[in-house]
């Protein structure tokens, strides 16, 4: 149980297109999902937590205009890259929890965006 | 003081080797805690959730020491697929997004 998908994994785009990346949970209804970035030999960085219904909640420096979550179902969350840039090219990774904001979370299998 | 503090490593151990994690909160209302593992270009996985009266998996063990805020994770009879990122992580309470830690590494080596 508990499987998260994410689509799709790789992505190669020219800069200034836009890209679309769809997180779902599969077996189960998630209220909450999350969007984080991670580039090469870094950590984690949550972007935003995107909650069904409502408006996502962005951490500190993300552009909520630049990166646009959808969170149209308990089971769909999309992240649009708005006009890509290639400082934008990262790992990233969604993931939800069927429980409430600070309960186990898991997580997609990535995507990988490169902007050329 | 940051939330949830990790020493990064690199841990370079020997296949066979017991080897252990701690990782320090601050917050001492935090309510629970996992154990995530994230290998190189792939999205991290939870390993265990940690449970105060400890919680044990096959050659994995986590502990929770609530007095001196800390949890740790113990790995006995080291095998070279443990070689990962190894992510503890803190539920703060109060409906709050989860704290993640910036990650132990570990390399099991032959």
């Known amino acids: 149980g508990a499987v998260v998908s994410q689509h799709p994994s790789r992505v190669i785009c020219k800069s200034g297109t836009s890209v679309k990346i769809e997180c779902r949970s599969l077996?189960?209804?998630?209220?909450?999902m999350f969007w984080y970035r991670q580039f090469p030999k870094q950590s984690l960085m949550l972007m935003a937590t995107s909650n069904e219904g409502s408006k996502a909640t962005y951490e500190q420096g993300v552009e909520k205009d630049k990166f646009l979550i959808n969170h149209a179902s308990l089971t769909l969350s999309t992240l649009t890259v708005t006009s890509a840039h290639p400082e934008d090219s990262s790992f990233y990774i969604c993931?939800?929890?069927?429980?409430?904001?600070?309960?186990?979370?898991?997580f997609g299998p990535g995507t990988r965006l490169l902007v050329l | 003081r940051k939330e949830v503090e990790q020493d990064p490593g690199p841990f370079n151990v020997p296949e066979g080797a017991t080897v252990a994690f701690n990782c320090t909160y601050s917050n001492s209302a935090s309510q629970s805690f996992f154990w995530y593992r994230q290998d190189c270009r792939k999205e991290p996985k939870l390993l265990m959730s940690?449970?105060?009266?400890?919680n044990e998996d096959g050659r994995f063990t986590a502990q929770l020491n609530r007095a001196s805020q800390y949890i740790s994770l113990l790995i006995r009879d080291s095998k070279l697929s443990d070689s990962a990122t190894y992510l503890c992580v803190v539920n703060p309470g109060n409906n709050r997004k989860l704290i993640w830690g910036l990650g132990t590494s570990l390399a099991v080596n032959p």
């Open positions: 993931s939800a929890t069927p429980g409430n904001v600070g309960e186990t979370q898991y």
């Open positions: 077996d189960f209804q998630a209220t909450t």
């Open positions: 940690v449970y105060s009266s400890g």
